[in-house]
């Protein structure tokens, strides 16, 4: 008797568990990975399963085919009869994607290959690393059509690449391949087509072995640093540390050290 096969599970994404990284590909590669509602909806949902997962501890998020993500769709939404709200909803769920990348208690690695423009910028500059191919480019037109950025690309980009660089890059929608987005701090680092994905994925297996709550504690401190005053920093550092000394990671850290060995963290 013969089974048929398993449908996949999601429509526009591609998921597949490396150890302990998840890596969540674009996968409507015929239209270079140009976002529609149901891609927001399933990266949600796929972000969400990688934090469940205990045994996740790093996510990358890349593009099948020629492009990490050229942004919005045109031709669906050319075509789509949306009401105003409706328009208002999918534009939310932009920004709820780019904040669920942020807030993400794993780190979150882009690795841009061809093109990341518009939403695909926005996704990309959300992550806590880029790493880009050579040739691939980033960059964000929304001027060029009438629109703005959102995402909260336009507080995160003046603090990567500062007020100016960030201004030229938004108001005149250039885009910089990979060797210039690491010369201005947009990138992490640049690489050959064919060594960004295990790049990326080396990258991501160093995290992976860092503590879990070490790392989810520090991503929320460094991305609220800037607005968040001295004492009020300060405070939540000791907090953190002291929630770091409660876990049973943080003694494992300390007899691995003592025993001179990797330690084998278990996220709690």
Same mark, same amino acid.
């Given at each position: 008797?013969?089974?048929?096969?398993?449908?996949?599970?999601?429509?526009?994404?591609?998921?597949?568990?490396?150890?302990?990284?998840?890596?969540?590909?674009?996968?409507?590669?015929?239209?270079?990975?140009?976002?529609? +509602?149901?891609?927001?909806? +399933?990266?949600?949902?796929?972000?969400?399963?990688?934090?469940?997962?205990?045994?996740?501890?790093?996510?990358?998020?890349?593009?099948?085919?020629?492009?990490?993500? #050229?942004?919005?769709?045109?031709?669906?939404?050319?075509?789509?009869?949306?009401?105003?709200y409706?328009?208002?909803?999918?534009?939310?769920?932009?920004?709820?994607?780019?904040?669920?990348?942020?807030?993400?208690?794993?780190?979150?690695?882009?690795?841009?290959?061809?093109?990341?423009?518009?939403?695909?910028? =926005?996704?990309? #500059?959300?992550?806590?690393?880029?790493?880009?191919?050579?040739?691939?480019?980033?960059?964000?037109? =929304?001027?060029?059509i009438?629109?703005?950025?959102?995402? !909260?690309?336009?507080?995160?980009?003046?603090?990567? #690449?500062?007020?100016?660089?960030?201004?030229?890059?938004?108001?005149?929608?250039?885009?910089?391949?990979? =060797?210039?987005?690491?010369?201005?701090?947009?990138?992490t680092?640049?690489w050959?087509?064919?060594?960004?994905?295990?790049?990326?994925?080396?990258?991501?297996?160093?995290?992976?072995?860092?503590?879990?709550?070490?790392?989810a504690?520090?991503?929320?401190? #460094?991305?609220?640093?800037?607005?968040?005053?001295?004492?009020?920093?300060?405070?939540? +550092?000791?907090?953190?540390?002291?929630?770091?000394?409660?876990?049973?990671?943080?003694? +494992? !850290?300390?007899?691995?050290?003592?025993?001179k060995?990797?330690?084998?963290?278990?996220?709690?």
């Open positions: 008797m013969s089974h048929a096969a398993k449908p996949p599970r999601y429509e526009t994404l591609i998921t597949e568990r490396h150890g302990q990284v998840m890596e969540i590909r674009f996968n409507r590669p015929h239209r270079l990975n140009a976002v529609v +509602e149901a891609l927001y909806t +399933e990266l949600l949902q796929a972000l969400s399963e990688a934090e469940a997962d205990e045994d996740v501890r790093a996510v990358i998020l890349t593009g099948e085919g020629r492009a990490f993500c #050229v942004g919005a769709d045109m031709k669906e939404h050319g075509g789509a009869k949306r009401s105003l409706q328009r208002r909803q999918y534009l939310q769920l932009g920004n709820d994607v780019c904040e669920a990348i942020q807030r993400h208690p794993l780190p979150v690695i882009a690795a841009v290959n061809g093109y990341a423009l518009g939403a695909g910028a =926005e996704m990309a #500059v959300s992550c806590d690393f880029i790493l880009m191919a050579q040739d691939a480019q980033i960059g964000f037109p =929304e001027t060029s009438g629109t703005c950025v959102g995402g !909260g690309v336009s507080k995160l980009l003046p603090q990567l #690449v500062g007020l100016n660089m960030a201004r030229q890059l938004l108001f005149t929608g250039r885009r910089i391949d990979g =060797e210039e987005a690491t010369r201005i701090g947009l990138a680092s640049h050959t087509d064919d060594a960004l994905l295990g790049e990326a994925h080396r990258l991501a297996d160093q995290l992976a072995k860092q503590a879990p709550v070490s790392i504690m520090l991503k929320r401190l #460094v991305n609220q640093g800037s607005d968040t005053g001295l004492d009020s920093q300060l405070q939540q +550092e000791l907090d953190a540390v002291f929630t770091c000394s409660t876990t049973a990671d943080w003694q +494992e !850290g300390v007899d691995a050290f003592a025993e060995r990797a330690p084998q963290f278990k996220g709690h």
